[in-house]
């Protein structure tokens, strides 16, 4: 009974979080009867159970390749509509806005499309935007600034946006005002020590502990070795202890199978690698000397 009752308890919470969804969007899309296109996208804390239908309006979006193991990537950039809707298709236009980009075209993205459709009974659609993994992004984040241009279809909705008081689900700072006509796009590959990680380093910068000290170059390693990825070793419920025992098994033996054959892994100091179970020891900025 007491499962029954949570059950339909969390049914009825999803049904009056969608209807609050659906009014806010409602009330949007009447705005004045102004027949324009603003940026919607909306991200935030939680998921499941309806959580995403509170997230706030953003005026930014984050790519971050560490999160994954491709080398390329297409966000697609929800723009929304207010006024009626139509019975036919009508275009928007949207270009790349030169003084808030730092990316470059061709090499950190492709060309945007300048018009994008709004299909018919539709009351959104989506700019896809092309981003390209390159080296430089582990060092420097670049940016991509979007900008919606009105036409003989649209206007422009939301220059002076205010953020919604229902829509709160969010674990950064809420962005109480900003330009709903532009949107910035943040791209990097930045890697730093994910919250799961057995390993430090002791006096003198010995390493020492299941992994040793933290390396972009192992931990990349390790997803090689053991077909995960930077995301597996966020929390405790991917990266459990018998999984954080065998990576350290797999890669000691990969790391003194290397050593054995004469193409020993180095860090970048060039240091042997270390993690727990290999027959050497290393300290940072100490690099390896072969023996003669």
């Not at 997230?55 to 390329?72: A, C, G, I, R």
């Not at 539709?122 to 420097?140: C, G, M, W, Y």
């Not at 990969?254 to 054995?260: G, M, P, Q, S, V």
């Amino acid at each position: 009974m007491k499962i029954l009752t949570l059950c339909m308890l969390l049914k009825i919470v999803a049904v009056v979080t969608a209807l609050c969804c659906v009014s806010c969007e409602q009330e949007l899309m009447d705005y004045r009867g102004n027949e324009g296109v603003y940026f919607a996208v909306q991200h935030g804390a939680g998921a499941g159970f309806g959580n995403d239908r509170s997230w706030p309006f953003q005026p930014y979006s984050n790519v971050e390749f560490v999160k994954t193991q491709h080398l390329d990537s297409t966000v697609h950039i929800k723009v929304m509509i207010t006024g009626p809707i139509k019975d036919y298709d009508r275009p928007f236009l949207v270009e790349v806005n030169p003084d808030s980009t730092t990316a470059m075209l061709g090499l950190h993205y492709a060309a945007i499309p300048k018009e994008v459709i709004v299909p018919a009974h539709k009351t959104s659609a989506t700019i896809p935007v092309h981003i390209f993994r390159t080296p430089d992004l582990q060092h420097e984040e670049k940016k991509i600034g979007l900008r919606l241009r009105p036409n003989t279809f649209f206007g422009l909705s939301f220059p002076h946006w205010n953020a919604l008081p229902e829509l709160t689900a969010s674990s950064k700072p809420i962005i109480p005002t900003f330009d709903a006509s532009l949107h910035s796009i943040y791209i990097n590959d930045f890697m730093v020590q994910p919250s799961i990680w057995r390993g430090s380093i002791q006096a003198g910068n010995r390493e020492s502990g299941r992994w040793g000290a933290f390396s972009r170059k192992k931990i990349e390693l390790m997803c090689k070795v053991m077909n995960l990825s930077y995301s597996d070793f966020g929390s405790a419920s991917t990266m459990p202890s018998v999984l954080i025992a065998l990576i350290g098994d797999e890669c000691a033996r990969y790391l003194i199978k290397k050593y054995a054959e004469n193409d020993p892994v180095l860090e970048d100091d060039g240091r042997l690698m270390y993690i727990g179970g290999v027959p050497w020891t290393s300290y940072i900025g100490v690099p390896w000397v072969p023996e003669r």
